[in-house]
């Protein structure tokens, strides 16, 4: 996205330098400069903000020059005007590179760069012309590849998940057609009938012929488009892996320590959707083991251990879902402090204590740093792998260290579930996560709340308690579904199982999107709707909720805070937008100061997240409008701008805002404590 947003924003540089080669009054000129001015600065904030450091220099130039013009009230010379439009197409071509995943300063970059600081210096006045640098020829532009949104291929996928559902339609409608000929078989015509039985008992033949060859050829066309689609959106696992070894740099250089990364399985495809959500997920827990995993050297050496710590990561197939493994060869976990943390929760040394560590605002770091301390990190990797109807797993390595296990499925968009019935509705479980089903009866299970299977005793709750639906009538016989991943199981009580298909997931509305039980709704044939039950929660079903004479009304969240976040930068305000919504806020979002207001007039927020410098609008009008209003005086803001203000680090805050952070210094953690301190 902010590739696409170098492009656009590279074409209205361009333009606007040009503008003012053709300008011949000074007033006019004067607004030009001012524009291309605002221009540059926004584009220098993203581009700070998304750590490209390469366009953030050249921007940072490009403003000396036009704010010492804009202050001396003087015309930007040819020169620099030249260096202008040389400057727009690096940023055209830089866009190139971010699309096909490159990142590093070019020799051309640095170049470019010097001759501005070097214009920036000089005194103003005519000078030779700087030819623009040839449009460089990309070898895809010839190859016969064509490039598509990533959103059609999103709708295509749908689709094809549509057409594999249909199939079931069809194949119900041929089961009822073949059911009807049995019935009429079994009928008995009165000698009386002049009708055309043997005609009818014809045309039925037929149907269901034709409804045989049609299933058939849809059944065959279904799956073969869609798996045509599916690899189309694939991309390797590494993908999800880039940048990993600048984190364990950048950490090993804070904290004095060392280690390097291993990783197995980075040929393996998995849906382009599943790698924003598991690169975000991979980059928490490879920074969380350098934090508290990985020793200092010192340390290792009086443990045996080598100098260097290891931090392996490793992806396999197992069926339909993908299983990431990270370990590291650190300390392992503190269990002493790990109870003291937990204040009670969990027991002894194992899994339930280990589960702790995923709650929000969980640390056992005693100060809080840019690295750990605010419980944030864990709690945003277990969200954002449920969100995939996917599950986490830790364990403590016995040799010393501690392993995490992701386990999310490889389609996004259909899946084999079990349909099940419960109180007179129908649920779906997803059949990877299913170990078995067993017949239990309903006196003993209420007189215990664990039931037993081929693999002991298991916990077992009541899915119409949990849920907090009633029945009508007690079964005496149910079904306990046995669910769940790795050590962790639950016995899932229904009344009864209704099948095994494969159906297409569609996503949760927002009336459903605050309540965890729930990772999606699925279409069945005969028309009924399914939630589809995430299978983490039912694994996380507290203690209390498993006893048989506790009522249980269900476990839906609190609704979650609103926030409004407004800058002028796509790029920008999706990056704001997924770093919150993974952290559990409902958010909304506005390009500047007026849009907002109008948000705000239409619903409340519970915070503001806003740049300063925006059309229309800027921030600091915005803050001043919010602190005159009775109704949104107290409505918390929190600016992130690419301004110097207060300093480097932006300690001034400026225009009555709760809270003020630099883009070019940006840290996802550090915005999210900060959101948590002032609402």
Request: charged residues 30%; negative net charge.
């Amino acid at each position: 996205m902010f590739a696409q947003e170098l492009s656009e924003r590279s074409s209205s540089i361009e333009n606007l330098v040009l503008a003012l080669e053709r300008a011949d009054d000074p007033g006019n000129g004067e607004e030009l400069q001012r524009q291309l001015l605002k221009a540059v600065h926004s584009l220098k904030g993203a581009a700070g903000l998304m750590q490209v450091r390469a366009v953030e220099g050249l921007c940072h130039a490009m403003e000396e020059i036009l704010s010492a013009a804009l202050r001396e009230k003087s015309m930007i010379d040819a020169h620099k005007l030249g260096l202008f439009l040389a400057a727009a197409d690096r940023f055209r071509e830089a866009g190139s590179s971010l699309g096909e995943g490159e990142t590093d300063t070019s020799a051309e970059d640095r170049e470019l760069l010097e001759a501005m600081r070097r214009a920036a210096q000089a005194s103003g006045g005519s000078g030779p012309r700087t030819h623009r640098p040839p449009t460089k020829l990309r070898a895809d532009d010839l190859d016969g590849s064509l490039r598509i949104a990533a959103e059609r291929l999103d709708a295509l996928l749908y689709r094809s998940g549509e057409l594999v559902t249909f199939n079931h339609v069809l194949r119900h409608q041929l089961e009822t057609a073949l059911a009807v000929r049995e019935q009429m078989r079994a009928i008995r015509v009165p000698p009386e009938y002049t009708g055309d039985i043997a005609g009818i008992k014809r045309g039925l033949r037929e149907l269901i012929s034709s409804l045989r060859r049609s299933t058939h050829e849809i059944e065959r066309t279904s799956i073969a488009l869609d798996g045509e689609v599916r690899e189309a959106r694939t991309l390797p696992f590494a993908d999800a892996c880039k940048g990993l070894n600048r984190i364990i740099r950048d950490v090993a250089e804070a904290s004095g320590k060392s280690a390097e990364l291993e990783i197995s399985g980075g040929d393996i495809q998995i849906d382009r959707s599943l790698l924003s959500s598991l690169r975000d997920a991979l980059r928490h827990l490879v920074r969380n083991a350098m934090d508290h995993g990985i020793e200092p050297p010192d340390e290792r050496r009086k443990t045996g251990k080598p100098e260097v710590g290891k931090i392996a990561i490793s992806a396999a197939v197992t069926g339909d879902r993908i299983r990431v493994k990270i370990e590291d060869d650190g300390r392992g976990f503190d269990f002493p402090g790990l109870r003291d943390a937990a204040d009670g929760d969990g027991d002894g040394d194992g899994p339930d204590l280990l589960q702790q560590i995923f709650k929000p605002g969980f640390s056992t770091s005693r100060t809080v740093t840019r690295l750990s301390g605010r419980g944030l990190g864990l709690d945003i990797v277990k969200t954002a792998v449920e969100n995939l109807r996917g599950m986490v797993e830790v364990s403590q390595i016995p040799r010393g260290g501690a392993a995490f296990v992701l386990t999310i499925p490889l389609s996004v968009s259909t899946i084999r579930v079990l349909e099940v019935v419960c109180a007179d509705r129908i649920f779906a479980i997803d059949t990877a996560s299913v170990r078995q089903v067993i017949r239990v009866d309903r006196t003993a299970v209420a007189a215990s709340s664990s039931v037993e299977t081929s693999e002991g005793a298991i916990p077992v709750v009541d899915l119409a308690r949990w849920l907090g639906i009633a029945r009508t009538t007690e079964p005496p016989a149910m079904r306990a579904v046995v669910s769940g991943v790795a050590s962790r199981r639950i016995a899932v009580l229904v009344d009864e199982i209704e099948g095994e298909r494969e159906l297409l997931v569609r996503k949760l509305g927002p009336r459903l999107a605050g309540f965890r039980q729930y990772c999606g709704a699925m279409n069945l044939p005969d028309g009924r709707l399914a939630l589809l039950l995430n299978v983490a929660a039912l694994a996380d079903v507290s203690p209390e909720l498993l006893s048989p004479q506790t009522p249980v009304i269900g476990d839906p969240r609190p609704k979650p805070a609103r926030v409004l976040i407004v800058d002028d930068s796509n790029a920008v305000r999706t990056l704001l937008r997924m770093i919150t919504e993974r952290a559990g806020y409902e958010v909304v979002v506005a390009s500047n100061g007026a849009e907002a207001l109008k948000q705000l007039a239409r619903q409340d927020a519970d915070i503001v997240i806003s740049d300063i410098d925006m059309p229309e609008m800027d921030g600091l009008q915005l803050v001043e409008t919010i602190r005159r209003s009775d109704r949104l005086a107290g409505l918390p803001v929190i600016l992130v701008t690419g301004r110097e203000i207060g300093g480097a680090d932006c300690t001034t805050v400026p225009g009555g805002a709760n809270a003020c952070l630099r883009k070019d210094r940006f840290d996802a953690e550090e915005l999210l404590e900060t959101m948590r301190r002032v609402v």
